[in-house]
Structure formats: structure tokens, C-alpha cells
């Protein structure tokens, strides 16, 4: 289907006029009532059924709900991720100390970009309707993933088939949603290691399946990379020939230890799933092989639940922080040599003191999950938090934290006209418009234009004032604001000649059924979002004035006859017919392949380095040292990575 063709015939749809929502941002906005409208997704918008269902196709969230806008901006996360994790000094093996707490707003994994935890309000008729009639029937707790996939703000292909999955397995998902991102995030302080690597692949598996559905651009990335602080050295297999080693016999005080511990990781294991299938009902229905699940808590005793165990989280990070504190502490008192020694007490103070003070900071925003616990909080850190807030080194994450448009996915449709009867599409290259083209794959680009017209299509467009100086630069022909809509700009409808009105239309969107051959998305019409205007229309030229965006002097020349301004515009030019997604994913490769390379060489270095022997000879036992001191005399190690170096055998 082409990319720009006459706009379909309209008719008003008829919406059920309902109140709009106030709700709560968070789990406990809903969870008292088993119909209630909490759950897990990764938007803020949600979706119905379409035409011909129970709710109608032309309604739309309330206009202006706070549920639409970000509860963090975008670049708090990347602020963060500098200073996490943090290594403490002091001796090789050194594990990385996460400094944040389990399930904490600007660390945990589901925040970055995830299915968190979200409200879904009552649906709400179009502008100027909410409030007028009764609020409709709420869908329940665990069937927010029914109303995701189609509703985030830039899904994937594969969010298509996952959206036609069964009722039951989507329920089943938002369990295991609450699951690795409640219950799971404690064990990131675990003092067993296999505890502490089941919270790594679970918060690693959820990532990928959103990363497979959506398109969170780096939030995920972002994501994974903080939650390799849970692995060591010895899961990475960093050191050479450290998988081969052989098991030698231990104590029975080791042996029992290893028994106890495994014991306590059965035990963990055990509660996880009884917790699950005790607050979630789940049970087995053999004949139709399914697995039914509901809430079986009420809104109070989630409250409660959470007021008992957020204080005891927090004394959990602090008592973590504390074992490797002065575990890095006995690792110093192992270093030999006075200025070794010297250097590494230095390392251990500075670091030692950054960890503990963003440790603190951390607490004020995971405070925030439960009031009372806020208010507990020792002061010092209430302080420390006010004199660094502004530089975001903390920040209670959770990007969408109600869901909205439960009657469909409103659209903005941009049209363009030479006549001003005769109108024409303009389509973006990774939002939802042409009806055939299939979802994008665009992580880990940010398309932000896209990402904004989601927003503003939750609205009336007078709440997004940066949607009227858009319709200007297009009325304009702005070269570089048509690039943001089509990078190619031979694929934008108005290439050659501006078009001399621009309107935009609000529409509901719906994914087609398996059955729709060539077709991705199934829309509604539902109303005028931008009314139709020219260059020095008096209503263009209102909105200008009111959102203050009048050009009020031309803006300056910029010179080019710097060699740097040269070379960046050369580069822009090169890269500019490029697709934002296809040129990072080439970098991304480029990076892979050349750590696949080193990877490949590093035996060869490590072997050849005069250095290697010694570490060999470090970890050998002592009594191995003597057995082998003749064996060693008559036989010369060979080197993998030299055919020069070969075994020779004395003769006697």
C-alpha cells in the first residue's frame, strides 16, 4: 500500500460517556477488588476490543490524564546508570555491589522500560464528554497484558501474535511480571550465589521478552547492564582454565555449609511458589489445559503487606552493604607490600564512601513505594538526597504507571491538502497509520516525534503544545522536521511543494484478527484532533501566541568554515538516508564482532605473557608444588597458541 492515499470515509462513532479517572500511579491503585483495574503492562495506554464489542470503538481516555505523561523523563535512567553499579577495591575477584535496594523505583529492572506495575482507569468518552455518565465496568487485575500489546506506544511485529495468544496464558504472564519484579528483586542480596543468579536469568528473561514485543529503545539494554553487578568472575569464567578445575575433596564444615545452603535456596524456591499460587489462586484445569489465576488479597492487605516488609527490604540492603564492606576490607588486610597496601586503602576509602553515599541517596526514592516508611527514614539521608537531587543521581523510575484508552489505541493522522477538500495522509515511519504496513523494529532507536504523538493522543492536542509548532514547520516545508517524519524524504507526500493546509484527524486503532489477510491494524474514526490551517491563519497564529512559539527574530547564521563544522555536516550527509535503527544495530555489530575477535586472541596473550606461569604457580597448591617440582623440570609447558613450543623428553 502506498504511503500516502485518500482518507477513508467517517462517520462519529458512538461512545459510552462515562466519568474519567482519578486513580493511583501504583499496584495498590486497584488490587482491593477482584475486578479492579490494576496490572502489568509496559504502557499507559490501553485497548479494547474493537467494533462491535462490549466497549465501543470511538471511545477515548479522558483528555489530559496524568496517566499519559512520564513519571521520569527518558534521561534520568542513562544519569543513574553511571554510578551503577560501583566495585569495591581491594583484591582480584571483587564482586560489584548494586547500590540500590530490591524492587527500588531507580533500580529496579522492571522500571527500565518494563511491564510495571499499572492502573487501568475507567475508559472515558471524547473531549468535553468525560464526567457526564457512569463509569463502565473495569476489566480485572490480571488482564492488562489482554490490553498491552496493542496499546504501548511502538510495538513489534511479534507483539502482534503475542496479542492473539489465550486470555489465561496473558494472566499468567502479569503473575510472573509481579513475581520477578516483587518478589524476585530481594534475592539480588542473597548470600547464596545460585539464589542471586536465579534473580539475574529471571529479570533477564523478562527483559528480552519485552525487548522481542515492544520498542523501549536502550531502557532494556540499560536494564541488563545494571543486572550483571549479580554476577562474579567465576560464572563469567574470566579466568583461564577455571572451568576445567578439578573438585577436591572438602571439610565436613564446608560440606555442611554447602548442604545448608542448599537446603535454604530449596526452601526459597518453595515459598516463591507457594506465594504465587496462594495470592493469585492459581489452579489447573486438566480438561482444557489451562491455568486459571486471580487475586485472592484485598487493596488493605496489600497495604499492609507492603508497609510490613518495606522497612525490613531496606535493612536487608544495608546489612549487604555492610558484608561486602568488610569483605573488601579483609581483602586489603591480604594485600602484601606497604605500597600496594598503601594504594589499595586509598581505593577502598574513596569507593567505599561514593557506595555508602549513594546507597543513602537511593533510599529517599524507594521510600516512595510506602509513605510511612518515608517519613521513618533517618534524616541525614533525607538531606543527602536534597542537596544532590539535581543531579539525578536517583529518581523513583516507572515511565507509565496507569494504562488508558481502554476503548482502543488512539491514533493522530497528520493529513496534508493543496485544495483544502482533496487531503492526503502523512505517514511516519515507525507509529502506527498505513493499515497494512507491519509494526517496526526500531530498538535501540528512540524515535522521539513518534513517541510524542502517542502522548499527544491521549489529549487534546492544546495539552501538547509543541504538536502546533509541528503543523507550522510542515506548512513551512522545514527540511529537517520533515527528516523526523521520513528520513527519506522522497517517501513524504509534500517532498516538492509544502502542502497549503494541514489538519489532523484522532482515530482508534486495533490489531487485525489472524484472519484479516494483508492487513496489521484495524482503525475507527473518532474525531477532529487539529482543525484545518494555513500559514497566517488567525486560528494558527491564536495558538501560536498562547503557547508563546511566534518567531520573534530570524535566527542566526551559523559558520561553516570550520574544519570540525565541515567534517560533522559531511558525516550528516553520509548518514542522513540511513535509518536511525539500521546504523546503530551496525555499530552495535561492529562492537560485538571486534570483542569476538579479542575474545578469540586472549588465550594467546595470556599464554604468551611471563606473567602466566606465575599465576599458575600462584593457584597450585603447595602440596602439589613439591610432588610435581621434578616432573616440572623435565617437561616444559606447552603454549596452545605457538607451533614452535612443543614438548621435548630427556632420554636417560
Same mark, same amino acid.
Given at each position: 500500500?502506498?504511503?500516502?492515499?485518500?482518507?477513508?470515509?467517517?462517520?462519529?462513532?458512538?461512545?459510552?460517556?462515562?466519568?474519567?479517572?482519578?486513580?493511583?500511579?501504583?499496584?495498590?491503585?486497584?488490587?482491593?477488588?477482584?475486578?479492579?483495574?490494576?496490572?502489568?503492562?509496559?504502557?499507559?495506554?490501553?485497548?479494547?476490543?474493537?467494533?462491535?464489542?462490549?466497549?465501543?470503538?470511538?471511545?477515548?481516555?479522558?483528555?489530559?490524564?496524568?496517566?499519559?505523561?512520564?513519571?521520569?523523563?527518558?534521561?534520568? /535512567? *542513562? %544519569? &543513574?546508570?553511571?554510578? !551503577? #553499579?560501583?566495585?569495591?577495591? $581491594?583484591?582480584?575477584?571483587?564482586? @560489584?555491589? =548494586?547500590? +540500590? /535496594? *530490591? %524492587? &527500588?523505583?531507580?533500580? !529496579? #529492572?522492571?522500571?527500565?522500560? $518494563?511491564?510495571?506495575?499499572?492502573? @487501568?482507569? =475507567?475508559? +472515558?468518552? *471524547?473531549?468535553?464528554?468525560?464526567?457526564?455518565?457512569?463509569?463502565?465496568?473495569?476489566?480485572?487485575?490480571?488482564?492488562?497484558?489482554?490490553?498491552?500489546?496493542?496499546?504501548?506506544?511502538?510495538?513489534?511485529?511479534?507483539?502482534?501474535?503475542?496479542?492473539?495468544?489465550?486470555?489465561?496464558?496473558?494472566?499468567?504472564?502479569?503473575?510472573?511480571?509481579?513475581?520477578?519484579?516483587?518478589?524476585?528483586?530481594?534475592?539480588?542480596?542473597?548470600?547464596?550465589?545460585?539464589?542471586?543468579?536465579?534473580?539475574?536469568?529471571?529479570?533477564?528473561?523478562?527483559?528480552?521478552?519485552?525487548?522481542?514485543?515492544?520498542?523501549?529503545?536502550?531502557?532494556?539494554?540499560?536494564?541488563?547492564?545494571?543486572?550483571?553487578?549479580?554476577?562474579?568472575?567465576?560464572?563469567?569464567?574470566?579466568?583461564?582454565?577455571?572451568?576445567?578445575?578439578?573438585?577436591?575433596?572438602?571439610?565436613?564444615?564446608?560440606?555442611?555449609?554447602?548442604?545448608?545452603?542448599?537446603?535454604?535456596?530449596?526452601?526459597?524456591?518453595?515459598?516463591?511458589?507457594?506465594?504465587?499460587?496462594?495470592?493469585?489462586?492459581?489452579?489447573?484445569?486438566?480438561?482444557?489445559?489451562?491455568?486459571?489465576?486471580?487475586?485472592?488479597?484485598?487493596?488493605?492487605?496489600?497495604?499492609?503487606?507492603?508497609?510490613?516488609?518495606?522497612?525490613?527490604?531496606?535493612?536487608?540492603?544495608?546489612?549487604?552493604?555492610?558484608?561486602?564492606?568488610?569483605?573488601?576490607?579483609?581483602?586489603?588486610?591480604?594485600?602484601?607490600?606497604?605500597?600496594?597496601?598503601?594504594?589499595?586503602?586509598?581505593?577502598?576509602?574513596?569507593?567505599?564512601?561514593?557506595?555508602?553515599?549513594?546507597?543513602?541517596?537511593?533510599?529517599?526514592?524507594?521510600?516512595?513505594?510506602?509513605?510511612?516508611?518515608?517519613?521513618?527514614?533517618?534524616?541525614?539521608?533525607?538531606?543527602?538526597?536534597?542537596?544532590?537531587?539535581?543531579?539525578?543521581?536517583?529518581?523513583?523510575?516507572?515511565?507509565?504507571?496507569?494504562?488508558?484508552?481502554?476503548?482502543?489505541?488512539?491514533?493522530?493522522?497528520?493529513?496534508?491538502?493543496?485544495?483544502?477538500?482533496?487531503?492526503?495522509?502523512?505517514?511516519?515511519?515507525?507509529?502506527?497509520?498505513?493499515?497494512?504496513?507491519?509494526?517496526?523494529?526500531?530498538?535501540?532507536?528512540?524515535?522521539?516525534?513518534?513517541?510524542?504523538?502517542?502522548?499527544?493522543?491521549?489529549?487534546?492536542?492544546?495539552?501538547?503544545?509543541?504538536?502546533?509548532?509541528?503543523?507550522?514547520?510542515?506548512?513551512?516545508?522545514?527540511?529537517?522536521?520533515?527528516?523526523?517524519?521520513?528520513?527519506?524524504?522522497?517517501?513524504?507526500?509534500?517532498?516538492?511543494?509544502?502542502?497549503?493546509?494541514?489538519?489532523?484527524?484522532?482515530?482508534?486503532?486495533?490489531?487485525?484478527?489472524?484472519?484479516?489477510?494483508?492487513?496489521?491494524?484495524?482503525?475507527?474514526?473518532?474525531?477532529?484532533?487539529?482543525?484545518?490551517?494555513?500559514?497566517?491563519?488567525?486560528?494558527?497564529?491564536?495558538?501560536?501566541?498562547?503557547?508563546?512559539?511566534?518567531?520573534?527574530?530570524?535566527?542566526?547564521?551559523?559558520?561553516?568554515?570550520?574544519?570540525?563544522?565541515?567534517?560533522?555536516?559531511?558525516?550528516?550527509?553520509?548518514?542522513?538516508?540511513?535509518?536511525?535503527?539500521?546504523?546503530?544495530?551496525?555499530?552495535?555489530?561492529?562492537?560485538?564482532?571486534?570483542?569476538?575477535?579479542?575474545?578469540?586472541?586472549?588465550?594467546?596473550?595470556?599464554?604468551?605473557?611471563?606473567?602466566?606461569?606465575?599465576?599458575?604457580?600462584?593457584?597450585?597448591?603447595?602440596?602439589?608444588?613439591?610432588?610435581?617440582?621434578?616432573?616440572?623440570?623435565?617437561?616444559?609447558?606447552?603454549?596452545?597458541?605457538?607451533?614452535?613450543?612443543?614438548?621435548?623428553?630427556?632420554?636417560?
Amino acid at each position: 500500500m502506498p504511503s500516502h492515499r485518500p482518507v477513508w470515509p467517517r462517520g462519529h462513532p458512538t461512545c459510552k460517556e462515562d466519568a474519567a479517572a482519578s486513580g493511583q500511579g501504583a499496584l495498590a491503585a486497584a488490587v482491593g477488588d477482584p475486578d479492579a483495574a490494576v496490572g502489568s503492562a509496559e504502557t499507559g495506554a490501553g485497548h479494547g476490543p474493537g467494533p462491535g464489542a462490549a466497549e465501543p470503538a470511538g471511545c477515548t481516555s479522558g483528555p489530559g490524564s496524568p496517566a499519559a505523561e512520564p513519571t521520569a523523563p527518558p534521561r534520568h /535512567l *542513562p %544519569a &543513574a546508570l553511571g554510578r !551503577l #553499579p560501583v566495585g569495591l577495591p $581491594g583484591g582480584p575477584g571483587i564482586p @560489584l555491589f =548494586p547500590v +540500590g /535496594l *530490591p %524492587a &527500588a523505583r531507580d533500580w !529496579l #529492572p522492571g522500571r527500565a522500560g $518494563g511491564p510495571a506495575e499499572a492502573s @487501568l482507569p =475507567p475508559q +472515558g468518552g *471524547p473531549p468535553g464528554q468525560a464526567g457526564r455518565g457512569p463509569a463502565p465496568r473495569r476489566p480485572p487485575l490480571l488482564a492488562a497484558l489482554t490490553y498491552h500489546y496493542e496499546t504501548q506506544c511502538l510495538p513489534t511485529p511479534a507483539a502482534w501474535f503475542a496479542h492473539h495468544l489465550p486470555v489465561w496464558l496473558h494472566k499468567l504472564s502479569v503473575v510472573a511480571t509481579f513475581l520477578i519484579e516483587i518478589a524476585v528483586p530481594p534475592l539480588f542480596f542473597a548470600p547464596i550465589r545460585r539464589l542471586r543468579l536465579a534473580a539475574f536469568y529471571s529479570q533477564v528473561l523478562l527483559q528480552v521478552l519485552i525487548i522481542i514485543t515492544g520498542n523501549y529503545n536502550f531502557f532494556n539494554l540499560m536494564t541488563l547492564v545494571l543486572t550483571t553487578a549479580l554476577l562474579d568472575d567465576q560464572h563469567l569464567a574470566a579466568e583461564p582454565g577455571h572451568g576445567s578445575r578439578k573438585k577436591t575433596a572438602t571439610s565436613w564444615p564446608k560440606a555442611l555449609l554447602a548442604t545448608l545452603s542448599l537446603l535454604l535456596e530449596l526452601a526459597v524456591y518453595g515459598l516463591l511458589a507457594y506465594g504465587t499460587v496462594h495470592y493469585f489462586g492459581l489452579e489447573v484445569d486438566w480438561q482444557q489445559r489451562t491455568i486459571h489465576s486471580r487475586t485472592t488479597f484485598t487493596f488493605h492487605q496489600f497495604s499492609q503487606w507492603l508497609k510490613t516488609l518495606t522497612l525490613p527490604t531496606v535493612w536487608l540492603g544495608v546489612a549487604s552493604l555492610v558484608w561486602e564492606l568488610l569483605s573488601a576490607l579483609w581483602r586489603w588486610t591480604q594485600v602484601r607490600g606497604w605500597l600496594r597496601k598503601l594504594s589499595a586503602v586509598v581505593q577502598l576509602s574513596l569507593v567505599g564512601t561514593a557506595t555508602v553515599a549513594l546507597f543513602l541517596i537511593s533510599l529517599v526514592p524507594y521510600s516512595y513505594v510506602e509513605p510511612g516508611t518515608h517519613g521513618r527514614l533517618w534524616t541525614g539521608a533525607h538531606r543527602l538526597f536534597g542537596a544532590v537531587e539535581h543531579l539525578q543521581l536517583a529518581n523513583s523510575y516507572g515511565l507509565f504507571r496507569r494504562m488508558t484508552g481502554l476503548g482502543g489505541r488512539p491514533e493522530v493522522v497528520l493529513e496534508g491538502s493543496y485544495d483544502g477538500h482533496h487531503w492526503t495522509e502523512i505517514e511516519f515511519m515507525y507509529k502506527p497509520g498505513n493499515l497494512s504496513r507491519p509494526p517496526p523494529v526500531v530498538a535501540p532507536h528512540q524515535p522521539r516525534l513518534d513517541w510524542q504523538m502517542w502522548f499527544a493522543a491521549l489529549g487534546p492536542h492544546t495539552h501538547s503544545p509543541w504538536f502546533t509548532n509541528l503543523v507550522l514547520r510542515l506548512l513551512q516545508g522545514k527540511e529537517p522536521v520533515i527528516r523526523l517524519v521520513q528520513s527519506q524524504v522522497a517517501r513524504y507526500p509534500f517532498h516538492k511543494q509544502p502542502p497549503t493546509y494541514v489538519r489532523a484527524q484522532r482515530y482508534k486503532y486495533w490489531f487485525s484478527q489472524p484472519g484479516e489477510q494483508g492487513q496489521w491494524w484495524r482503525r475507527q474514526w473518532v474525531e477532529e484532533f487539529f482543525p484545518s490551517v494555513s500559514l497566517g491563519d488567525p486560528t494558527l497564529e491564536t495558538l501560536l501566541r498562547q503557547f508563546g512559539l511566534q518567531e520573534k527574530s530570524p535566527p542566526r547564521t551559523r559558520s561553516a568554515n570550520s574544519t570540525l563544522a565541515q567534517a560533522l555536516h559531511w558525516t550528516r550527509t553520509q548518514l542522513s538516508p540511513l535509518e536511525a535503527p539500521a546504523l546503530l544495530w551496525g555499530l552495535l555489530m561492529a562492537v560485538g564482532a571486534v570483542r569476538v575477535v579479542q575474545a578469540l586472541l586472549a588465550p594467546c596473550s595470556l599464554w604468551s605473557s611471563p606473567l602466566a606461569p606465575v599465576s599458575r604457580e600462584k593457584r597450585r597448591p603447595a602440596s602439589q608444588k613439591d610432588s610435581g617440582a621434578a616432573s616440572e623440570q623435565a617437561t616444559t609447558a606447552p603454549n596452545p597458541c605457538s607451533s614452535s613450543s612443543r614438548t621435548t623428553r630427556r632420554k636417560k
